[in-house]
């Protein structure tokens, strides 16, 4: 669990970088949306870690999603960065697919705490 959070960590520093590069040097490219994401997801990231450490959801796709929360945020984001800063995309349909993958890892999220977890 520790390597989530650190990774959420990372995450959420990313995120406010890239609100400050949109903010002041590279305004209208989709830093601002790709941080915002980046910082919203370190959220759900330390929020998966809490509810797993409560034994709230069932473990292994509480897991799954937190990685899912990564990996994702990190594909949208970095293909927008890319974008931005490099001229083309990180690969063909990586912001998509990261979106996908986030959208798969909150639904995950959310049957393992159908599911449940130990108590």
Same mark, same amino acid.
């Given at each position: 669990?520790?390597?989530? !959070?650190?990774?959420?960590?990372?995450?959420?520093?990313?995120?406010?970088?890239?609100?400050?590069?949109?903010?002041?040097?590279?305004?209208?490219?989709?830093?601002?949306?790709?941080?915002?994401?980046? !910082?919203?997801?370190?959220?759900?990231?330390?929020?998966?870690?809490?509810? !797993?450490?409560?034994g709230l959801v069932?473990?292994?796709?509480?897991?799954?999603?937190?990685?899912?929360?990564?990996?994702?945020?990190?594909?949208?984001?970095?293909?927008?960065?890319?974008?931005?800063?490099?001229?083309?995309?990180?690969?063909?349909?990586?912001?998509?697919?990261?979106?996908?993958?986030?959208?798969?890892?909150?639904?995950?999220?959310?049957?393992?705490?159908?599911?449940?977890?130990?108590?």
């Amino acid at each position: 669990m520790a390597i989530l !959070l650190f990774l959420a960590c990372l995450m959420g520093a990313a995120g406010v970088a890239l609100m400050a590069a949109s903010a002041h040097g590279a305004p209208g490219t989709g830093l601002d949306s790709a941080g915002s994401l980046l !910082l919203f997801h370190a959220a759900a990231v330390i929020a998966s870690v809490a509810i !797993l450490a409560q034994g709230l959801v069932w473990r292994p796709l509480g897991v799954a999603a937190a990685i899912g929360f990564v990996l994702g945020t990190t594909l949208f984001a970095a293909d927008v960065a890319m974008r931005a800063y490099a001229g083309h995309r990180l690969f063909p349909m990586a912001a998509p697919a990261g979106g996908i993958v986030l959208i798969v890892s909150w639904l995950t999220l959310g049957v393992s705490a159908l599911i449940g977890g130990t108590r």
